[in-house]
């Protein structure tokens, strides 16, 4: 649903990487060995942990992303590299095969770097936030909820991953090492359209050719809240916007609520961006829970993560076409 278009200052989702590393020094995880991997066999196999991980970082990086990289199998995953696979007249049927491997490893950069924590990193500040709409609409601000979790966005990671790549890192401590997915990536060209596509959950940007050059996955409505199917355009785009909450505008809502303004930050509503369709009341906008994009329903609107929506932001403007489809 619409949020109030606010200037307010975009928080930071992102932040210098450290030198690019050499390989692991740790082998604690077998994850950590994602920048050499090379899958044999299915990657949906265990023993391809590490190749899936590095062809999810790829795929981040080629604009196909999983979503949140979280080194799993998965639909996400699954329909990236088909996506990935039919923008290189490849088969596209989801699966990692040579020819798809060796298109996708053009790109030689390393799939983990290492990171060292700052001490804005280790200060924060972090607030608890509330599931309560009328509890979040009393927060100045809806920031991070802990390091984990701003971790995990800045380098469009699940926390667990963050986790399972640096087993008994202190989070408290300046100067700590971590091993992150290396997701710095060329910024997206202006898009000539923009696709949603209900089918598999995705949103596409096209360009002027009506070739597809990014697609992410997406949140795309719900039988209460369908997607409004048809052709839009962009009105604008609103970046770390207030969120106007209406009750009566949401099937679900508690029945002792009321309107209210919802404070920018990762953790709003509608996360970091909103981009706004010329059909009332919806867009295409973040979220504060990465997990559940494409797995899950929205309140009729578009929903990505928040660093791809960021992405589609800055790739779209007044007057782009949104075509809405099954």
């Not at 008994?168 to 290396?182: I, Q, S, Y």
Request: charged letters at 20%; a negative charge; one cysteine or more.
């Amino acid at each position: 649903m619409k949020p109030v278009l606010h200037a307010a200052l975009l928080l930071a989702l992102s932040a210098p990487i450290c030198a690019f590393a050499q390989g692991p020094q740790n082998d604690a995880s077998p994850l950590l060995r994602a920048n050499d991997a090379q899958p044999a066999g299915d990657l949906k196999d265990d023993a391809n942990a590490a190749a899936r991980l590095r062809a999810q970082v790829l795929l981040d990086r080629a604009h196909f992303g999983p979503g949140e990289i979280d080194g799993r199998w998965g639909t996400n995953t699954e329909r990236a590299i088909a996506a990935f696979q039919r923008s290189r007249d490849l088969d596209a049927t989801g699966a990692m095969d040579e020819a798809t491997w060796r298109a996708l490893t053009v790109d030689t950069s390393p799939a983990l770097v290492e990171y060292r924590l700052t001490a804005q990193d280790v200060a924060g500040p972090y607030t608890a936030i509330p599931d309560d709409m009328m509890a979040k609409a009393a927060l100045p601000q809806l920031g991070f909820a802990s390091l984990a979790e701003a971790l995990g966005e800045r380098f469009h990671a699940s926390p667990a991953l963050i986790a399972a790549l640096n087993p008994g890192a202190d989070l408290t401590r300046e100067g700590t090492t971590l091993w992150v997915p290396n997701v710095q990536a060329n910024a997206l060209a202006k898009a000539a359209s923009v696709v949603v596509d209900k089918s598999d959950s995705s949103l596409l940007l096209r360009d002027a050719q009506d070739r597809v050059y990014a697609r992410f996955p997406a949140s795309t409505g719900s039988e209460h809240d369908p997607l409004p199917i048809g052709r839009w355009t962009i009105k604008g785009v609103a970046r770390d916007p207030h969120f106007q909450y209406n009750p009566k505008l949401f099937w679900d809502a508690d029945p002792g609520h009321a309107k209210a303004k919802i404070a920018p930050g990762p953790n709003n509503p509608v996360g970091v961006v909103w981009v706004d369709l010329s059909k009332d009341h919806y867009g295409i906008h973040g979220t504060p829970e990465p997990g559940k994009v494409g797995k899950t329903e929205s309140h009729g609107c578009i929903r990505l993560t928040n660093w791809d929506a960021a992405a589609v932001a800055g790739a779209v403007g007044p007057g782009t076409p949104a075509v809405l489809q099954q």
